[in-house]
């Protein structure tokens, strides 16, 4: 069973920061992407930032500048430390891993989410 366990969110003034973590624990073979997503009220679900396991990122525009993503592999955690926050940014935040897994010779992918943690930006 692969349990993803976010921390982190909560309330924060406009401009302030927040570091949100996301701890993965299971039995996990290899993680590929691992990634945040956001979900305002009423809104699709959308990316906001990825990582491979080579360090590739990849940042939604309305974040590029403001929002940085980080793991560290040997804890199988994934980070996002948000700066400048904006009232915009308010969302519940999901963690996602793809995770991989090497089957009779064959790599077979499977995604994970997190429970999700809220985040709110208001003065």
């Known amino acids: 069973q692969v349990q993803l366990v976010e921390s982190g969110g909560g309330l924060v003034q406009p401009g302030g920061s927040l570091r949100l973590s996301c701890a993965v624990s299971?039995?996990?073979?290899?993680?590929?992407?691992m990634g945040w997503y956001r979900q305002a009220a009423g809104k699709q679900r959308e990316l906001v930032a990825t990582?491979?396991?080579?360090?590739?990122?990849n940042y939604a525009d309305s974040v590029k500048g403001r929002f940085n993503i980080s793991r560290d592999n040997a804890k199988n955690t994934v980070y996002l430390q948000m700066n400048s926050l904006k009232p915009e940014d308010s969302a519940v935040y999901y963690c996602?891993?793809?995770?991989?897994?090497?089957?009779?010779?064959?790599?077979?992918?499977?995604?994970?989410w997190g429970q999700g943690t809220q985040v709110t930006v208001s003065s």
């Open positions: 996602n891993i793809d995770e991989r897994r090497l089957l009779f010779g064959r790599w077979y992918g499977r995604d994970y």
């Open positions: 299971g039995s996990i073979f290899v993680i590929n992407t």
């Open positions: 990582m491979t396991s080579g360090g590739s990122t």
